[in-house]
């Protein structure tokens, strides 16, 4: 993003996912009820997929991890980076076969083994891609930039899984079962609602913001392709874009699911897109500091 041309676009979609975001603080309930359907089969395989460019991701990284650190000469960091490889490969199957199980998915959560060979098909296909293509990789700062979208991954994945336990929202999906009545606002931040109810799964007081979304939008990072493999400069943009829509649908498949808001999918998607912004910028600054 160091091009004004990433910029651009970047700056664009951001800026529409504010203005829905802003519409959410008005019409939140409304657009839930009226799109809420939870049996929906689209939107189930997409609460199963959706989440692929953050768990596809890790095994990518992975995958281009091993690559990059075959002929180096230091054990002592090769051991660690073929470590660091090892784990996100295992952890994005992980996570990808938890996800497709999970109640916000195809609610099979004690038969993991129906989604584990998916887990591993798509995330295995995922570590080899990023194998090939790193291990074709001529740019010198290939190492750098797996590390920038993995530190990028793993920021979105921390801070939302922290921001879900403090602002404790219940789900449309809930409210619809449990009475409209304990509906609260994006910016009740922590109201005190789960603990009227400590007997509900917490899982439903998870509703901000929207994991799911966060995660798809992790597919932003395809915008650094280009710089990896150079078959694909000049398509930055497209890659963007790409990136933008997979975000956009999952994010309006959730709606559907009941799962989520407007202010919970678009806050989601605006993190990730901050955190790729921020880490974006100290990586243009710091990259040439840094020796591994």
Not at 89 to 97: K, N
Not at 248 to 258: K, Y
């Amino acid at each position: 993003m160091k091009n004004k041309k990433f910029l651009l676009p970047f700056s664009i979609v951001f800026g529409i996912v504010f203005i829905i975001f802003v519409l959410g603080l008005f019409f939140d309930l409304q657009f839930a009820k009226a799109i809420y359907d939870s049996e929906n089969i689209f939107a189930k395989i997409m609460a199963a997929i959706g989440e692929t460019p953050a768990y596809g991701g890790l095994a990518f990284i992975g995958g281009g991890l091993i690559a990059t650190n075959l002929k180096r000469e230091n054990k002592a960091l090769k051991i660690a980076f073929f470590g660091v490889a090892a784990l996100c490969i295992i952890g994005g199957i992980v996570l990808s076969t938890r996800a497709m199980a999970s109640h916000n998915a195809f609610n099979i959560e004690d038969q993991w083994y129906f989604t584990l060979p998916f887990a591993l098909l798509i995330d295995g296909a995922l570590g080899y891609l990023g194998y090939r293509i790193c291990k074709n990789s001529k740019n010198k700062d290939t190492l750098k930039i797996l590390l920038f979208m993995l530190i990028v991954i793993g920021s979105v994945i921390l801070i939302v899984t922290v921001l879900k336990h403090l602002w404790g929202r219940p789900r449309y999906r809930w409210l619809n079962e449990n009475g409209l009545d304990n509906f609260r606002n994006w910016w009740q931040i922590h109201s005190g609602i789960k603990d009227e109810f400590p007997l509900v799964d917490s899982d439903e007081f998870k509703s901000c913001p929207s994991g799911h979304t966060s995660s798809a939008a992790t597919a932003l990072l395809l915008m650094y392709l280009p710089l990896i493999d150079k078959r694909l400069r000049g398509k930055e943009t497209l890659l963007l874009l790409i990136g933008a829509a997979w975000a956009g649908v999952v994010g309006f498949t959730r709606h559907i699911m009941g799962a989520h808001f407007l202010t919970d999918t678009t806050f989601g998607y605006m993190i990730t897109m901050i955190i790729i912004f921020v880490m974006n910028l100290l990586f243009n600054k710091f990259k040439d500091k840094i020796r591994i």
